[in-house]
Structures are given as C-alpha cells and as structure tokens.
C-alpha cells in the first residue's frame, strides 16, 4: 500500500483530531503517502484532498473538533454522488481509505463498497457509542464528563432553590450517554428508550422520594418516547402542582471541548490500528476496542444493532438515588 486518504464524516466528536493524528503518523513511519479529505463524503465527491505529514498534525491531539472538517452527506446517498466519489480516489491513485465516523458513515461505505473496490477500514467517531463492536466509540468519554460537569452545575441551582430539573442529552437513539451520566451525577430518575416502562416508574419513585431530599434531577435521553424534557418537565408538573420544575437541553457543547485522556489513548489506538489494518489487506471492518484489545467488527454489523444497556444499571440507580 503506497497511497492511502483518511476522512472524518457526520457529527464531529472530540478525539477525532487524535485518530486523524494517529492515522497520518502510523502512514509516514510505513512510508505511506497520506491525504486528507475535507468535509467527508462531500469532499470526496468534490475531490477536496490535501496531502498531509508528521507536521500537518501536530498540536491537534489535545483539540475537540475535527481539523479535516467534517458533513452530513446528502449527496453521497445518491448513486450520481458516489460515482463521483469513485472517480476522486481512482483519479488520486487511492488505495485504501481510513473513515472517521458513526453509523451513517459506515453505512455510506458499506453502500459505495457495491460501485468502489478501494478497501475502507473505519474508526468509530461519534458521542453516541451506539455502534456494535466497540466497548466506546471516539468521544463517548468526553461527552460524557462534559455531561456530567454541566449537570453538576445545575445540581447547584437545584439544591439551592429546591427544584427539579429535567436535563435532556443527546444520544440520538441510545440512551448511553443518559445513562452513564445519570449514574455519574447521582441522578434520581433516568429515562432512556431502551427502557420503555420508565416513566410511571419514575412518577410513583418522586412520589415515595424522601422528604428531605432538596433537589431531584431526572435525565433524559433526546431519543427517549416521551419525547424529550419539555414533554417530561409538563407532566411531572401535571403529576405535582407543588414541584418548581425546570427544563435544560444541553445540546451541542456535548460534542465540543478537549478530549478526554482515555479519549486520546483510545482514539490513537483506533487510528493507529486502522492504518496497518489496511496494510494487512483488512477492509470494510470497523475497529473497536473491546475487553481493552483493538477488535475488527464489519461495517454492516457495527451499524445493525446498539449495545444493550445492562438493565441492572437502572436499578442500581433507583437504589443509590434514595
Ligand atoms: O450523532 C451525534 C449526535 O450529536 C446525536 O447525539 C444527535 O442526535 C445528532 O448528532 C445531532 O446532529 P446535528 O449536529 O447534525 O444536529
């Protein structure tokens, strides 16, 4: 393998900029000529390469972001986008690809893999870890604690004007990064759709809540079937007149911000390992890691299934939040 491009695509998460890092490093120690292509798919079809060295990643392994950028594809779903895609890594002499992104990405190289014979090998990027394969996915850790220091904050508010606080996180249909953080901030009830019985649960639980308890924060997964916070905030008014209630959605600064350590360890790790993946002949396979080893799981299972939560978790909740 003389020729190889790395992109970054969908949602940005921190730690892809230490994965892009890993990627170009580990090509110029084998003497692999390395491009980045910007805006993901999109600059695939629009053939928007640069040539990349050690020095164009330097001082980015600390950053969240993605310095390749990144895009949402409308395109690429088109059978006229991908052939366009095709004729940029045939036109560069491309001879492999390392793709930095969640499911839609994967799925994007699953479906090009049916017109393109160039072997894709992926790195898990996104803060949802909703992809089978991997125990986290790059960015899952530091969304994480920014979950967590954020709620935290809220917890100040709460406790000091006795309210409850309804705090919706992304996650888009996994309720991982709901889950984890609630456990992490000591949350008194946390909705997830994985769970679909939670919601009168939880009222009957706010029921029975000690009395001296000032605050009460409820996490709410964005994808859970109540809708969202607003909808959750609304009937715990319903259910308790008494109860000052306030709603917080904390959007985007959950995809943002320095990653992690562990986020930087894994996501060089993942990098690292995609490239001389490559160079074994591996394609279409998602690296991971699993039980703290570098796994291979192909793309079309990656995407399939989410990891399932560990039902006892909630109810390990429900017992420490008394
Ligand atoms: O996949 C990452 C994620 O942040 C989801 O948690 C969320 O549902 C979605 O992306 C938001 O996407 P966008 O930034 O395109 O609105």
Redesign the pocket.
Same mark, same amino acid.
């Given at each position: 393998m003389k020729k190889i491009a790395v992109f970054t695509s969908?949602?940005d998460s921190p730690g892809m900029n230490a994965c892009l890092r890993a990627v170009v490093r580990t090509a110029v120690h084998h003497n692999i000529e390395v491009y980045g292509i910007r805006f993901g798919y999109e600059g695939m079809i629009d053939g928007d390469l640069v040539r990349m060295n050690a020095k164009s990643v330097a001082n980015i392994i600390h950053r969240g972001g993605t310095i390749l950028k990144t895009a %949402?594809s409308k395109r690429f779903l088109t059978l006229e986008g991908r052939t366009l895609a095709k004729a940029t890594l045939e036109k560069n002499g491309i001879e492999g690809v390392v793709a930095i992104g969640?499911d839609g990405t994967f799925r994007g190289a699953v479906e090009f893999s049916k017109i393109c014979a160039v072997p894709f090998v992926g790195c898990p990027g996104?803060?949802?870890n909703d992809l089978l394969g991997t125990d986290i996915t790059i960015g899952y850790d530091t969304a994480l604690n920014t979950v967590v220091e954020a709620v935290d904050k809220i917890r100040d508010t709460a406790e000091s004007h006795s309210r409850v606080f309804v705090v919706e996180v992304?996650? %888009?249909d996994s309720g991982l990064l709901a889950l984890y953080g609630g456990i992490g901030v000591g949350a008194e009830g946390i909705l997830i759709p994985e769970s679909s019985q939670d919601l009168g649960n939880l009222v009957e639980r706010l029921r029975q809540s000690r009395s001296d308890k000032h605050s009460k924060i409820i996490l709410v997964a964005?994808g859970d079937e109540t809708g969202g916070a607003m909808n959750v905030g609304q009937l715990i008014g319903e259910h308790f007149p008494d109860l000052d209630v306030r709603i917080s959605v904390l959007g985007?600064i959950?995809?943002g911000g320095a990653p992690s350590c562990m986020e930087r360890v894994n996501a060089s790790r993942m990098g690292h390992a995609a490239v001389e993946a490559l160079m074994q002949g591996r394609k279409q396979e998602m690296i991971g890691i699993k039980n703290n080893q570098v796994s291979f799981t192909p793309f079309e299972k990656a995407v399939k299934e989410h990891i399932v939560p560990d039902a006892g978790l909630l109810r390990m909740m429900e017992v420490l939040a008394h």
């Open positions: 969908g949602g %949402r969640g996104t803060i949802d992304m996650g %888009r964005e985007h959950q995809r």
